[in-house]
């Protein structure tokens, strides 16, 4: 062992003698303070808006010779109708089959030739396209963006092999326990309403999804005035603006999109009801307990991200896993959250269990939501709620790409420019009268819905005098 080696290993062993030595070893001590500092650098963010009405946001970031670059706009699966569930999702894949004078094929060869990445992606609220590659490749990056966002080719022989490949993914998504709680959760909650359906579609809506559909909805979505061009990496202001007035200046403004379908009803409609998916070969039953939830605007949306950290968005510190696992050993995991979109969208619970503990599972994920409205998070539980949310949300944002994205999100849902900023402090604000209320308003286990994936031969006995059940098939 050499000296050098040796000196450090010595060093090591007198630190931990010391701290086993303390009153408060290190690890019990409180974290260090976190220093507040803005998370966009002072001048490297530039805002600007074309005439046309197209925003674009540039992040300069010279530490690698690399760059990001997109489109968003503020339209996604939550825009479209119940009948064409899935849309948006197909347009996505048909944009990432040839733009311009490039069929697929030659789209991916020229992209694959400078060492990008393509990425055309829809959510609920948002469709985005992205190209990363190097800085030194910035012009012919911006004429791949142009052709996919404004020039899109929609040919039929790929329109079909798409909707196929939708359908088979449909298909073999399934066989995922997880993923047919899921569905089923929203046909429960939302039954009249888009959200009822997943966001890639059913397989009734995507048979009917053709090239001209997907057209006639990039038409609709993609106009200048409700989109954001944004850049970011080892770029320039300047150079940014010149190729956004070069390449998308003249795409002509349109009337705005339609937001799609209103916002759904408190859910679900008429009390709670029971949900089996039958799979015999199942023998674990995966769980779902879930009502109506919050918007990504919802105005206290920290403090109920806080109650919900609490009861079950905390991973091994929430109240759910404490009861379900370290106490009753029924699940090696349970979850709680909201999913916050444009409009309300659920509150779910998920978790998983031998299927002869169900009953008792449900139970107890039932009776720990009771007791969240009438004994809110101490402030032992909100301060650990309130470390892991800053921790959590500074390890989210270590990456420019990282902050760009927080910055369109803030840009899509129309929310503060300043709210990354502050949002560390407006955790520190929440009080424990804050995340109470919340648990009042927010958590209704007596008329949740339940849906239960496993053998409903075993698993209907077990959930009688919970509500009215209902088998079916996958």
């Not at 040796?6 to 260090?32: D, H, I, K, T, Y």
């Not at 009953?359 to 004994?375: I, Y």
């Not at 990456?399 to 910055?407: E, R, Y």
């Amino acid at each position: 062992m050499s000296g050098a080696v040796r000196a450090v290993r010595m060093g090591a062993l007198a630190l931990l003698g010391l701290s086993l030595a303390c009153a408060n070893p290190l690890w019990e001590q409180p974290p260090p303070q976190v220093r507040e500092a803005p998370i966009v650098r002072p001048g490297s963010l530039t805002r600007s808006t074309l005439s046309n009405g197209l925003q674009v946001l540039v992040l300069e970031d010279r530490r690698l010779p690399l760059v990001s670059i997109g489109v968003a706009v503020r339209r996604g699966a939550g825009a479209e109708l119940p009948d064409g569930a899935g849309l948006a999702s197909f347009t996505a894949e048909m944009m990432n089959r040839g733009a311009g004078d490039r069929d697929a094929r030659a789209l991916a060869e020229f992209v694959d030739a400078m060492g990008a990445d393509l990425d055309v992606s829809s959510g609920w609220d948002s469709t985005a396209v992205t190209l990363s590659g190097l800085s030194r490749d910035l012009d012919p990056l911006f004429e791949v963006l142009s052709d996919v966002v404004r020039r899109p080719r929609f040919e039929t022989a790929e329109a079909e092999r798409a909707r196929g490949e939708q359908l088979a993914a449909l298909e073999q998504a399934k066989d995922d326990p997880g993923t047919l709680v899921a569905w089923h959760m929203a046909r429960a909650l939302y039954p009249d309403h888009r959200y009822g359906l997943p966001s890639p579609g059913s397989p009734e809506s995507v048979k009917k999804l053709t090239a001209t559909s997907a057209r006639d909805f990039h038409g609709r979505i993609f106009v200048p005035n409700d989109a954001i061009l944004f850049a970011t990496g080892d770029v320039s202001a300047e150079t940014v603006m010149a190729q956004a007035r070069r390449r998308f200046e003249d795409w002509k403004r349109a009337a705005d999109p339609d937001a799609g379908p209103p916002p759904p009803n408190p859910a679900p409609a008429g009390g709670r009801r029971v949900v089996v998916v039958d799979r015999p070969d199942l023998g674990q039953a995966q769980i779902a307990i879930a009502h109506e939830g919050i918007a990504r605007s919802f105005p206290d949306r920290i403090a109920a991200a806080l109650m919900n950290s609490v009861v079950g968005g905390g991973g091994f510190s929430s109240r759910l896993m404490d009861v379900l696992r370290a106490e009753a050993g029924l699940t090696y995991g349970v979850w709680s959250g909201f999913s916050m979109r444009r409009q309300p969208g659920p509150f779910q619970v998920s978790t998983f269990t031998r299927v002869a503990e169900t009953r008792r599972a449900v139970d107890m994920v039932l009776a720990e939501l009771s007791r969240a409205r009438q004994s809110p998070p101490s402030e032992e539980e909100l301060t650990r709620a309130r470390t892991l949310a800053v921790g959590s949300f500074s390890l989210s944002l270590e990456t420019s790409d990282a902050v760009m994205g927080g910055l369109i999100d803030l840009e899509i849902y129309d929310l503060p420019d300043d709210s990354l900023d502050t949002y560390r402090a407006r955790v520190r604000a929440t009080t424990q009268a804050m995340t109470a209320e919340m648990a009042r308003d927010l958590l209704h286990p007596e008329r949740a819905a339940i849906v239960v994936v496993g053998p409903a031969d075993q698993l209907v006995p077990l959930l009688e005098g919970l509500g009215p059940i209902e088998v079916v098939q996958p």
